[in-house]
């Protein structure tokens, strides 16, 4: 089997070289081929490692090499394929070979294609060895591997500057995440003296509270970062400058998850810090609602898409959080599908209206696009949760495993969440392919995309529509041999049935209220004059709750000015300036004091004189406290006394 | 052969220096080439023959000069020294190779092999007054190839680097003196020999004085915060070629000399003072970077990055662990690499446009795909990525601090992040966006010269980022011989319970104790 | 009254102290010279009284080589001056300060 | 009346007068000679001397053996005393000036060198200088010192130039008034112990254990400060400058080596015993003037454009390096003393020579003073050679390491280190930083500076013949491979000095 492992991890960065090779050179539609199909085969070996898990073959577990030894500390690139990877695996491979394939029709025009091939399958590489490794430094590799692709593939178009800051910001966002991983790596090492997940793990059953608690903190900040956690969010929304294949892979199926992965990976630490993962699943809820509604009023298909990402990352640390390891995971993959679907489709409209992004400038597309259209809506309806699709199973789940473990109000917030997930997906989906066509009138003549590329797509169709009823089963089965198998089943089947027709009938209608709303014939576009546009709350969300201005404003801002007060005040002012000064006093002391050689012959015999006259009155001095120091002494004394 | 090899690493670019005043003008730069060539070629046969199982020293030479007064020719290598000396012969070679057309470049030539022939010396003496000779005889070059070639400001920024640092090791000599009086005190006999000091146990409050004037003289030279405003001004005026050397090997004397002289003379001392020091690192790492965040000139922006890079080695150093030492030695190699690429980057666009503003570029990119590609590199190797040199070190060096200090490790990894902070805006101000300035249309991309140099860079930092163990085990099995060292010489509590004890075995431990 | 050894020091002492203020004061170069000359001269008296105080002829043979030596400094010293004197037709001190600093 | 003394020669020991003797007779031939047959050229008395002077050497190296062999030689009524500090004083003395004398063999021809009374002088004032090292009367020293300084102001005169004139007179003067205060001084230490012989002052003194302190540090002072003036101590330094201004170079190099070591010699002689018998008030102000002298010369040389006149300075900071070591007054600092001035005479006989090879008839166009840091800018280019060597010497006068001066300094300093003398060692340390300044200043001048439009070179080797060159030459070897020479050295100064009690 290690074959296999090895051809699944390193076929990507055969790939991504062969295309790096020819990134000097100009397009060549191979570059992008080789690589669609290396990863192809990546995801056939992933498959059959699969295989061989569901068909109870031991663990794969293979070590490469040595990477650092030194003192007790021992860190090999060693690689697993367990029950968790081995999902991730398939997650990782299946997505991002479609995308390479939709990407070779959706970059068709780029004159830096080849560039964009290396950088993809560069980041499959790294997340393969994130979510292979085994044990937390192969993991960070990895992590830091996908910050370092997905920085140069938002700032893919580098001449564009908000493409090239958002890059930074996600870089920097991720960074500042990174560093609490870093933390809780160490943490890991010093308590446990290895960094290889089995012995950590096993170390930690015999740690205190308070360490084990710190580590949780520290590794769940880094998950943070990647997974854009309040309040490192930011940077999710604004990724979205990058091509919408990148958006689609690292973007909302793979890299942002691996938070999740992180999270799940841990499980065994995190069972053991329960009021951590409380706080986590409370975090996790709160940014599915704060998300959502954010995606409510925005008027960018990829930015709303974004945000949804957002809210669902949010469902899922709110199932890891509760200790329902496995649905986190089930939902992880789920999403995974719909998510990449819905954002191959934007790519779509996105493509035929030349990179227009506002709904508003559309409408009436269904009647071009229709397979595009019953795409995403499909993809749509699997997100807001309808059965049978994917969403259902995995995403109604987290709703019971919150109601089972009698959080309520987790339960309640991510119900209304849900809620406003299926109007904010279905508000576009109107905006986009239905009502009146808005678009001809400002000189749009969209066209449907590549029929190779909705071939390449149609895969994460079908999985969005069965992957619930048909998985759920065996994907339980399966993790559940490394992840705590709690079932979670309502104990009455009254309130089971009431709860799920009515969290259905709820999101059901607020599809139909969307598509009432925004299906209408003669929406206005929003102008700034409307009512509602000028009430606080419309403000409040469109400006995503005044934060990134806040960023800006009081943190970027301020960094940056105190960098040049350290710079031009302290550095040069002080610190230098005080060496100088120095030498400057000693030099003006030799100017200033020259002038006692006159070079006047009387002035030099004087100086000798005084010289003279000094030591001699020194002299005087000191011989007569010698000969009177007794005296003296008694008057000393006397004034002491 | 073999038993003599250092006395021939050092003194060959030095006679081949004298040499050198015969050669023709125009033959100088095949001159000088095959000379660093043969050099580096001979370090790569010392590597060779070293045996990295062994912790102690190697190839020792040992020549009484002044036998009355304990000063002899004493010069060795383990471990610790190996690779910079191997990176010092390497970056002669390619500095001299990638030399862009320069005025009397025979000077120039000839300056750089004496400045190799010092810096050699440093890392091999066992001396103390051996290792002082070379260390201050390195500044000379320096001066000259600095004020003889440098910017507008040349002479000012020359003079002070030299002061500056003179002053800085003339009260280490003191420092030196007293140490060496103290050991005839205990043994009747005058010594400088650095092993024989190893063998001499002080009392404490000797130790602090003495390591304050070891460190004064250090500190300059690394340069810590507050003394570390002559790099700036050196870097800033200094040809390419004088950055790359300064940046790569002149820096890690100070670094180098911590753990050969500080850390096992004055265990006790070092953790006395380890949190104020540490401090001072995480003051050069954040303050220093937030400083070249706010420069103008990439060239400043690199300078101070090696101050801030500098702050981590110094914070692994006083990690007084194997892991944290081991780490920092490895972070100078990887420095050495990383930075030295950079200026010689920098070097290359000044060489096109002769200006280092940032504000002058962007859009290179596109205009340069090749420099752009390998800046990248070079950068991301800056801020640590993973599977990069840099990597390796800091991460150790953090991960060995963290035994000590929580809390300051959590402010030293800010590293990571303000890193990447005005490493990732100086690229982006240079290399994105549209070509805005004319000039920048149309400049040739990286020369065959340049990429001579500069491949061998990248496949190093990529290389020893996957696979440092090569370069790793020696240093390591060198480095637990100086921690066991200084655990067994502590005399305070304090020191004996922060400095790991790595046999574990009490009783071996207390003979060895004996035998010192 | 009986004149003894303090006398002779006292009286010294204050030719040393007239030799001192004449070599401060004086702006004219031959008038600096005899300036020091009284400054050796007062040993001399000194030395006389001194020695005949120990009663040992040290303190006179002293005396006479430092009246030696005052006699071939004059010889010097005029010599110098009449060059000088030849050059710059002076003799004055604050003349000649061509080197400063 | 008086019974006729009969002392039998051999007690009187004449041998031990024998060195001085050489010079003195090599003076008169000389004077003989020009008498005999005038207009004799420079070159048959430069070697005459030279002659004369080796003879001398090798009678001190003579004295030196029955040193070795049987210790201190009193001779001539104990009025001279050979010990071990005699001989090394005399060697240094001898020893460089042959290399100094033979400078005045120059391209250009001066006045001073044409006519035979300057090596007749010459000789005299080595003799004058070896009597003073090589005797414990006060009369003696006394006797010696001026005829040295007698024969210098003339040499400097000799010069015959306004500013060597000006610099004769202002010496003459000062040194004058010098003389009253040392023999004032004797005076006192005569009527306190009714002696001249310093040892018998010394056993005199302690005999009746200091009891009146007070007049013995008027004494004291008065010599201090005759003393302070002809080794140039703060604040009785003002001469110096001007003195080596005013002379030529070579003539100032000689100044500033070769009478120096005679008056250290007298001044360990005279203060030692006292700072060990516990003189608290003269080591206390030996200290000040030490750290005085050390910084405000290095504090003044910082500001000079001259670079003669820096060297003077410079001389002035190095003379309080080694006034330092008789503060410190242990053997290894004695010892250090004979060793840092042995260096530095070689360091500072190439670094003038230097300035001698380029010292041309007329000052340049622009220029104030015979030796400005800009005549010698840019010399890298126009003479790569000279820069260099010129460059070196700076760098061992700065103490960089391995060159001469460097080994001599750590000596010294480890000296101040092991008499515990903290503090003092930092300064002198710390003075050393300071003085790199003005070394560095003109290796910038002359590498990293343009040349002066109108110095095509030659007026850097104006001056320069093949004896010149040779001089240099044998001061820069000397200069770089010092440290093979200072172990030696270091044995043979010490059992030297440690025999001589010091």
Redesign the interface.
């Known amino acids: 089997m290690e074959i296999y492992l090895y051809i699944a991890l390193f076929a990507p960065f055969v790939g991504s070289m062969f295309a790096a090779t020819l990134?000097?050179s100009k397009k060549t539609t191979i570059a992008g081929i080789i690589p669609s199909l290396l990863l192809f085969v990546s995801f056939v070996a992933s498959s059959i490692l699969l295989n061989h898990i569901l068909s109870g073959g031991e663990v794969v577990h293979v070590e490469m090499?040595?990477?650092?030894?030194?003192?007790?500390?021992y860190i090999p690139f060693g690689f697993v394929v367990d029950q968790i990877s081995v999902t991730m695996m398939m997650v990782v491979t299946l997505v991002s070979t479609i995308v390479h394939v939709y990407a070779i029709g959706y970059m068709d025009h780029d004159k830096a294609f080849n560039r964009f091939f290396a950088w993809l399958s560069a980041f499959v590489f790294s997340m393969m060895i994130l979510v292979m490794s085994d044990n937390f430094?192969g993991l960070?590799?990895g992590w830091?591997?996908v910050g370092?692709c997905s920085?140069a593939l938002i700032?893919f178009w580098?001449?564009k500057?908000s493409a090239?800051?958002a890059a930074?910001e996600a870089?920097?966002m991720n960074?500042?995440a990174?560093?609490g991983m870093?933390?809780g790596?160490?943490?890991v090492?010093?308590n446990t003296g290895t960094l290889q997940y089995a012995e950590a793990f096993a170390a930690m059953q015999f740690l205190d509270q308070e360490t084990l608690t710190w580590m949780g903190i520290f590794l769940f900040i880094g998950a943070m970062g990647k997974s854009a956690q309040f309040p490192l969010h930011t940077w999710l929304a604004d990724a979205m400058e990058g091509p919408t294949p990148v958006s689609a892979l690292i973007h909302a199926a793979t890299m942002v998850t691996a938070g999740v992965y992180l999270v799940v990976r841990s499980n065994e630490l995190y069972s053991l810090i329960p009021h951590v993962g409380l706080f986590i699943a409370s975090l996790g809820a709160f940014v599915a609602i704060f998300a959502a509604s954010m995606a409510l009023v925005n008027r960018d298909i990829k930015r709303v898409i974004a945000y949804s990402t957002l809210s669902q990352l949010g469902y899922m640390f709110a199932a890891a959080g509760l200790g329902a390891y496995w649905v986190a995971l089930f939902h992880l993959m789920a999403h995974a599908f719909f998510k990449a679907l819905l954002f191959l489709g934007a790519g779509n409209v996105m493509h035929a209206m030349n990179n227009e992004l506002d709904p508003f400038k559309m409408g009436g597309l269904g009647k071009t696009m229709k397979t595009t259209m019953i795409m995403m809506t499909l993809a749509s309806v699997a997100l807001a949760g309808i059965f049978p699709l994917a969403g259902f199973f995995s995403k109604d789940l987290i709703l019971e495993v919150a109601f089972v473990d009698h959080h309520f109000i987790i339960y309640t917030v991510l119900l209304f969440t849900a809620g406003l997930t299926a109007f904010y997906s279905f508000r576009i989906i109107a905006l986009i392919f239905h009502g009146e066509d808005r678009h001809t009138s400002l000189g749009f003549h969209p066209h449907e995309a590549y029929k190779f590329m909705l071939v390449a797509i149609s895969p994460l169709l079908i999985l969005a529509i069965i992957a619930g009823f048909t998985m759920k089963g065996t994907f339980f089965e399966m993790v559940t041999q490394l992840l705590p198998a709690t079932e979670y089943h309502v104990h009455s089947a009254l309130t089971y049935w009431i709860m799920t027709i009515g969290t259905q009938l709820f999101v059901i209608l607020a599809i139909f209220f969307a598509y009432k709303k925004y299906m209408a014939s003669d929406i206005k576009v929003p102008d700034g004059t409307s009512k509602m546009e000028n009430s606080f709350v419309y403000k409040l969300l469109i400006n995503q709750y005044y934060i990134p201005y806040f960023y800006e404003e009081y943190l970027v801002k301020s960094?940056?000015e105190?960098?040049?007060v350290?710079?031009?005040q302290?550095?040069q002012k002080i610190?230098?300036a005080?060496?100088d000064g120095i030498?400057g006093v000693l030099y003006n002391t030799g100017e200033n004091t020259r002038v006692m050689q006159s070079g006047n012959l009387s002035t030099m015999l004087r100086w000798v004189v005084i010289g003279l006259v000094t030591i001699l009155s020194l002299a005087v001095a000191f011989g007569l406290t010698v000969r009177y120091l007794d005296e003296i002494q008694a008057i000393l004394s006397g004034l002491g006394a | 052969m073999l038993d003599n090899i250092l006395s021939i690493l050092i003194f060959f670019p030095a006679v081949a220096g004298i040499f050198g005043f015969m050669i023709q003008k125009d033959s100088m730069r095949a001159y000088g080439v095959s000379v660093a060539t043969i050099e580096f070629a001979l370090s790569l046969w010392l590597w060779f023959s070293f045996d990295s199982d062994a912790s102690g020293m190697q190839f020792m030479e040992q020549v009484p000069?002044?036998?009355?007064?304990g000063i002899s020719y004493i010069v060795g290598i383990d471990g610790i020294s190996l690779f910079i000396v191997v990176l010092a012969a390497f970056f002669t070679m390619i500095g001299i190779a990638s030399l862009s057309d320069t005025k009397?470049v025979k000077?120039m030539i000839i300056t750089l092999l004496m400045l190799q022939m010092t810096m050699v010396g440093v890392f091999v003496a066992l001396d103390a007054?051996l290792f002082?000779?070379f260390w201050?005889?390195s500044?000379?070059p320096m001066?000259?190839i600095i004020?003889?070639w440098g910017g507008p400001l040349?002479?000012y920024a020359?003079?002070?680097f030299?002061?500056?640092t003179?002053?800085g090791s003339?009260?280490m000599?003191?420092g030196m003196?007293?140490m060496?009086?103290f050991y005839?005190q205990a043994t009747g006999v005058w010594s400088f020999a650095i092993l024989d000091w190893h063998r001499l146990i002080l009392p404490e409050n000797f130790q602090l004085w003495l390591f304050l004037a070891f460190f004064i003289g250090f500190a300059v030279k690394v340069p810590m915060?507050?003394f570390?405003?002559?790099l700036p001004y050196a870097h800033g005026q200094a040809p390419t070629i004088g950055s790359v050397i300064l940046a790569a090997i002149l820096l890690k004397m100070g670094t180098y000399a911590f753990i050969r002289f500080s850390l096992p003379l004055f265990p006790d001392a070092a953790t006395f003072f380890m949190f104020p020091i540490a401090i001072l690192a995480i003051i050069m790492i954040v303050?220093t970077a937030?400083?070249a965040?706010?420069?103008e000139d990439i060239k400043q922006v690199v300078a101070y990055s090696s101050v801030s890079h500098m702050g981590v080695i110094i914070l692994g150093i006083f990690a007084l662990?194997?892991?944290g030492i081991?780490?920092s030695i490895f972070l100078m190699i990887a420095h050495g690499v990383v930075s030295g690429a950079l200026f010689l980057l920098v070097g290359v666009i000044y060489d096109r446009r002769h200006t280092k503003q940032m504000s002058e570029f962007g859009?290179l990119?596109?205009v340069m795909?090749?420099y752009a590609?390998i800046f990248g590199l070079m950068l991301?190797a800056s801020?640590g990525?993973?599977?990069t040199i840099n990597f390796?070190g800091e991460?150790?060096s953090?991960?060995?601090f963290?035994?000590q200090s929580?809390t300051l490790?959590?402010l030293a990894?800010?590293a990571?992040?303000v890193g990447?902070?005005y490493m990732?805006?100086a690229y982006?101000k240079m290399?994105?966006?549209?070509v805005t300035n004319e000039k920048n249309k149309n400049l040739p991309d990286l020369s065959k010269r340049e990429l001579l140099a500069l491949i061998p860079l990248s496949v190093i930092t990529i290389w020893l980022g996957?696979?440092?163990?090569p370069v790793?085990?020696p240093?390591?099995n060198s480095?637990?011989s100086v921690v066991q060292l200084m655990h067994d010489k502590s005399i305070t509590d304090e020191a004996k319970s922060r400095i790991p004890n790595l046999v574990k075995d009490i009783v071996i431990t207390r003979t060895s104790k004996e035998a010192q | 009254m009986e004149i003894g050894l303090n006398h002779y020091l006292v009286l010294s002492t204050i030719l040393f102290a007239i030799g001192l203020i004449g070599v401060l004061k004086r702006k004219n170069l031959l008038l600096l010279f005899f300036a020091t000359e009284i400054l050796l001269n007062s040993v001399n008296v000194a030395f006389a009284a001194i020695s005949h105080y120990h009663g040992d002829l040290t303190g006179q043979m002293f005396a006479f080589f430092v009246i030696a030596i005052a006699a071939s400094e004059v010889a010097v010293g005029l010599g110098l001056l009449i060059v000088w004197h030849k050059r710059h037709s002076n003799i004055d001190l604050d003349q000649m300060s061509s080197m400063k600093g | 009346m008086l019974e006729p003394i009969n002392i039998s020669l051999e007690s009187l020991n004449l041998i031990t007068l024998f060195p001085m003797l050489v010079p003195v007779i090599g003076a008169l031939l000389i004077i003989l000679i020009d008498i005999i047959k005038g207009g004799l050229d420079k070159t048959l008395f430069v070697a005459l001397s030279i002659l004369f002077l080796f003879i001398d050497f090798n009678a001190v190296l003579s004295s030196a053996s029955t040193f070795v062999t049987d210790g201190t030689v009193m001779g001539v009524f104990d009025m001279m005393l050979i010990d071990g500090l005699a001989i090394l004083a005399q060697l240094i003395i001898v020893g460089a000036s042959v290399f100094f004398l033979p400078l005045v063999i120059s391209g250009k021809s001066f006045h001073e060198s044409s006519t035979p009374e300057y090596f007749a002088l010459f000789l005299f004032m080595i003799a004058g200088l070896q009597f003073m090292v090589a005797t414990d009367s006060l009369i003696l020293i006394f006797v010696g010192l001026e005829t040295s300084s007698l024969a210098i102001y003339t040499l400097i005169a000799m010069h015959n130039r306004d500013k060597s004139f000006e610099a004769a007179v202002k010496y003459f003067s000062m040194g004058a008034l010098a003389a009253g205060f040392y023999s004032f001084g004797s005076m006192v230490f005569y009527a306190l112990t009714g002696s001249v012989e310093i040892n018998q002052i010394a056993s005199v003194l302690a005999a009746n254990n200091y009891a009146d302190i007070g007049f013995v540090l008027v004494g004291t002072a008065f010599m201090l400060a005759a003393f302070g003036f002809k080794v140039a101590l703060v604040p009785f330094h003002t001469w110096a400058p001007d003195i080596y201004e005013g002379s030529s170079a070579a003539m100032a190099g000689f100044l500033s080596i070769v009478p120096k070591i005679a008056l250290f010699v007298v001044i360990m002689r005279l203060f030692e015993f006292l700072i060990h018998s516990g003189v608290i008030w003269l080591e206390i102000v030996l200290y000040i003037i030490v750290v005085l002298t050390m910084t405000m010369s290095n504090m003044w040389a910082l500001v000079q454009t001259d670079v003669k006149r820096m060297l003077a300075y410079s001389s002035i900071s190095h003379a309080g390096f080694v006034m330092a070591a008789i503060l410190i007054g242990t053997t290894q600092s004695n010892t250090a003393l004979f060793l840092y001035w042995i260096l530095f005479s070689a360091t500072n006989l190439g670094a003038f020579g230097m300035l001698w090879m380029s010292r041309q008839k007329e000052l340049l166009a622009g220029q104030s003073s015979d030796h400005s840091y800009e005549k010698f800018s840019g010399m890298?280019?126009t003479n790569p050679v000279a820069a260099m060597i010129m460059g070196l010497f700076m760098?061992s006068l700065?103490g960089?390491?391995?060159f001469a001066l460097?080994?001599g300094k750590?000596?010294l300093?480890?000296s101040a280190?092991?008499a515990g003398y903290?503090v003092l060692?930092?300064v002198m340390?710390?003075n050393?930083?300071i003085a790199?300044?003005y070394y560095?200043?003109l290796?910038?001048y002359m590498?990293?500076k343009e040349p002066l439009e109108q110095n095509d070179g030659t007026i850097i080797v104006g001056n320069s013949s093949l004896v010149v060159k040779s001089i240099i030459g044998f001061a820069t070897i000397g200069t770089i491979f010092a440290?093979?020479a200072?172990?030696p050295l270091?044995?043979f100064i010490?059992a030297f000095v440690y025999n001589s009690g010091y």
């Open positions: 990134g000097a090499m040595t990477w650092m030894q030194t003192g007790n500390l430094a960070f590799i830091e591997g370092l920085w700032g580098y001449h500057e090239t800051w930074n870089f920097i960074r500042i990174d560093l870093l933390i790596i160490f943490l090492f010093w960094y940056r105190l960098s040049t350290f710079w031009k302290i550095d610190v230098d005080t060496v030498a | 000069l002044i036998e009355a007064f009397n000077n007054i002082y000779v201050e005889l500044l000379v001066l000259y004020g003889a040349r002479i020359s003079v002070k030299f002061l500056y003179f002053a003339l009260v000599l003191v003196l007293f060496a009086y005839y915060f507050p570390h405003t002559w303050y937030m400083v965040y706010a420069q662990n194997v892991e081991t780490g859009g990119a596109s795909p090749r590609t991301m801020v990525m993973p599977l390796v991460f150790l953090l991960i060995g963290y035994q929580h490790t959590l990894g800010m990571i992040i990447a902070i990732l805006s982006k290399f994105f966006g549209e996957i696979y440092p163990k790793l085990d240093i390591n480095v637990e | 890298i280019q760098l700065a960089l390491p391995p460097f080994w750590l000596y300093i480890s280190v092991t903290t060692a930092l340390a710390l050393s930083a790199g300044y560095i200043k290796i910038v590498f990293m440290i093979f200072v172990s270091l044995e010490t």
